[in-house]
């Protein structure tokens, strides 16, 4: 394979690229307190309100440190920058719109890593921003050569810092001594230079590529250097959730049937609109890489015009670090524009089944942290291959992959985006050996030839992947748990009722993430999985839609409160946050068994989610209440006489560990039902009934299909915690989901080893 690299500037004259150290400079700001009657820019105001550095990332957007951005407690801020650097300072105000981790320091204690924040600009100004790296963060530079008395990787760095009673600019050159943590905890260990109180926030780059790599965390008090973390870890930002749907009015459905319909089995229309989001939020992410690579590639296109200044690209077309990016740097900003301009990927384990899909590219669907925008897919890329040629056929195969991967929504600028890859792939394989031209024009033409692939599930019907809990109880151990956390995909199409016959293949094993054998007492669990869960999470999110929470849980153990424990210490529970619902972990039947109810549980499920317009819809009945009454679930046989569209509701359930309650949850799973409603809570003479009969009857057939509970009874949990009092007839509402066509797999070998 033969490939020119662009190595020189088309806008301007060779040489007349500025020098790197220029770049970072223009891009690099000052962070304030935002105090009344101070001036920032002021030599006093300035250094008696400086909190740290920052750096321009994308239009309106600075990144810094959580701690720098937070230091005044308000998030806040003025940020001051030189469009010039050493000409006059401009001020604008800005806000913190994240900042990870989520949770402040106690006090007394730092900030914990990442220790980043995103601030967003109130008001427009015109700015530099600098080039962020996309290439696998394991590329920390180039190693520092032995003359220079320095081992390890050669990074440099910028910012701000207090010289006496004036701010100066601050920046030098530092090397990799190694990194502390892993996952979103890591920190670099940074050696060899002094990091003076202040520059933390600012970039930290690689003078052989021109990209920016990571940011100043922290100094050293007695020695030289200090910890850097790397910009990569911005993919730990939680993915924004739209709010969820809202509840029945209360005064909705009062009568759950048609007043000229005598028939129970029959329900009227339903009133109002289905529970749906009112609307979609963005991925904070995604919002601001996509609007990163915009930049560069909107400033590229006028770099090219005749007199024009020069853009980052070309720049970095000269530095020794230039032959390592396919197909040279002014090629990897257009390709990077153009995914820019693409609507991102649905969720990051649809791009990381992208990326196993594609001859090649497997790897890098194994980044650390998981790839989440198009531009971390081919960042992925680069390390994957030992050989130039290499590198630049799995970029060809993967940019062929993404321009036709379905597309969950067409933005305004979707079609012009994917004629750019075309003409993008038609440029740079005109320059390549006649096979692998060859190769990447048969793969566009078998796609073009091929029917359009069905569009993902859209997010606002909810996620296509779920995160699985699984709670194993060890039996030599008091109220002690083994965990697993994987993650699930989208069930496949309904198969038909009675099981799976042959020609129906076996649905995906559950992708292992996280597990834990050692025996987790059951008051420290919540606690212990808020953090692993929370990286699922990141991995499943969609944009508008928050992933679903299935937790497995033995029989006896189903009315455990997962709901309620908190995403976080301190955070809002789980169930607030998004759907979560439970379902039994023991196969149907028993281990080795059949299950006596195959065809009946499949049948249920078809009819309980059954969307045609003449469709009964779902019924509630309430099984263990007789006008307030506890009455004993029906038996086995009478809940299988049952209608298929019938959804058990239990308003006498007790707290979890009652043994009544446990076996009415059992008898219901026994019995072929996948979905159940119910309320936890003390049961009394005080609790009465007759308001959740009817909200609860109201609620699901205003749902009409039970594949609009889980985010139902979401959005219930979310107004119980607004405060909302037409809600607060489902304290303690939980929701039975398990779906046959997703079957877990055995409890003896939960997920496939790696």
């Keep these: 394979m033969t490939a020119e690299v662009d190595t020189g500037a088309r806008g301007a004259a060779a040489g007349d690229e500025p020098p790197l150290e220029h770049l970072i400079a223009a891009a690099t700001v000052r962070i304030h307190g935002r105090r009344p009657g101070y001036d920032p820019s002021g030599p006093d105001d300035g250094v008696r309100t400086f909190l740290g550095s920052g750096f321009f990332v994308a239009p309106n957007w600075v990144l810094t440190c959580a701690h720098v951005a937070l230091a005044e407690g308000g998030g806040h801020v003025d940020i001051v920058h030189e469009p010039e650097p050493g000409g006059p300072p401009a001020v604008v105000p800005g806000e913190v719109a994240v ?131 790397r910009t990569g870890q911005l993919r730990h930002l939680p993915v924004a959730a739209g709010p969820p749907p809202a509840p029945a009015d209360p005064g909705a459905h009062t009568r759950a049937y048609a007043s000229q319909d005598g028939d129970p089995g029959h329900l009227a229309a339903p009133v109002g609109p289905p529970p749906e989001p009112a609307f979609e939020t963005g991925d904070l992410y995604q919002e601001v890489l996509r609007g990163h690579d915009r930049f560069h590639r909107d400033r590229l296109r006028h770099a090219d015009r005749d007199g024009a200044p020069p853009a980052w690209a070309d720049t970095q077309s000269v530095l020794d670090g230039a032959r390592t990016i396919p197909f040279g740097p002014r090629e990897r900003t257009r390709l990077l524009g153009a995914l820019g301009e693409l609507p991102p990927p649905p969720s990051t384990a649809d791009l990381a089944a992208l990326l196993r899909s594609v001859p090649g590219c497997a790897s890098a669907a194994r980044s650390v942290p998981p790839p989440r925008a198009w531009r971390d897919g081919l960042g992925g890329l680069y390390e994957s291959h030992a050989t130039d040629e290499g590198r630049r056929l799995s970029v060809l195969r993967y940019v062929v992959a993404v321009l036709h991967a379905p597309r969950t929504r067409h933005d305004p600028g979707t079609t012009e985006a994917e004629a750019a890859l075309r003409t993008w792939l038609h440029r740079t394989t005109a320059t390549l050996d006649r096979p692998v031209r060859g190769e990447i024009t048969a793969e566009l033409r078998r796609h073009a030839a091929a029917p359009a692939p069905p569009p993902p599930q859209d997010p606002a019907q909810g996620a296509r992947h779920s995160v699985l809990l699984e709670l194993t109880r060890r039996p030599w151990e008091q109220d002690s748990f083994d965990w697993r956390i994987g993650l699930l995909p989208a069930p496949g199409p309904p198969r038909p009722a009675g099981g799976r016959p042959d020609g129906h293949p076996d649905p995906p094993d559950p992708e292992p993430l996280h597990d834990d054998h050692t025996g987790t007492p059951l008051a420290d669990l919540p606690d212990r999985l808020a953090e692993p869960l929370g990286r699922a999470f990141v991995l499943a999110d969609e944009p508008g839609a928050p992933a679903l929470l299935q937790v497995a849980l033995e029989r006896g153990l189903l009315g455990l409160p997962v709901d309620t424990w908190p995403a976080r210490p301190g955070g809002p529970p789980l169930g607030r946050l998004r759907p979560v619902v439970v379902r039994p972990a023991e196969p149907p039947g028993g281990a080795g068994e059949p299950d006596p109810a195959a065809a009946d549980r499949y049948d249920r499920w078809r009819w309980t989610h059954d969307e045609a317009p003449l469709a009964p819809g779902v019924r509630g009945r309430v099984l263990d209440c007789d006008a307030g009454a506890r009455v004993p679930v029906p038996s086995t046989a009478q809940l299988r006489s049952l209608a298929h569209a019938s959804v058990p509701v239990l308003c006498h359930y007790r707290e979890h560990g009652h043994a009544g309650s446990a076996e009415a949850l059992a008898r219901l799973a026994e019995g072929g039902f996948g979905v159940a409603l119910w309320r936890r809570g003390a049961d009394g003479p005080e609790r009465t009934c007759a308001e959740f009969h009817r909200r609860a009857e109201a609620e699901l057939a205003r749902a009409r299909t039970a594949q609009r509970l889980p985010p139902l009874v979401h959005a219930l949990r979310a107004a119980l915690g607004e405060g909302r009092t037409d809600s607060f007839w489902a304290d303690g509402v939980a929701l039975l989901y398990d779906d046959p066509h997703q079957p877990l797999p055995g409890s003896d070998d939960l997920f496939t080893p790696l």
């Design 99 to 229: 900042a990870l981790p989520e949770t402040r320091p106690r006090p007394g204690e730092g900030w914990a890593a990442p220790d980043l924040a995103l601030i967003r600009l109130q008001k427009p100004t015109e700015h530099a921003c600098v080039h962020l790296a996309e290439q696998p963060l394991t590329d920390y530079g180039r190693p520092a050569t032995p003359a220079a008395g320095r081992s390890g990787l050669l990074l440099g760095f910028a910012g701000w810092f207090r010289s006496g009673r004036r701010l100066s600019r601050y920046d030098g050159t530092v090397t990799v001594l190694g990194r502390i943590g892993w996952g979103a905890d890591e920190e670099l260990r940074l050696g060899d230079d002094d990091l003076p109180d202040g520059v933390s926030g600012g970039p930290v780059f690689d003078p052989h590529r021109g990209e920016v790599v990571a940011l100043v965390k922290s100094r050293r008090t007695r020695e030289q250097g200090g910890t850097a973390v």
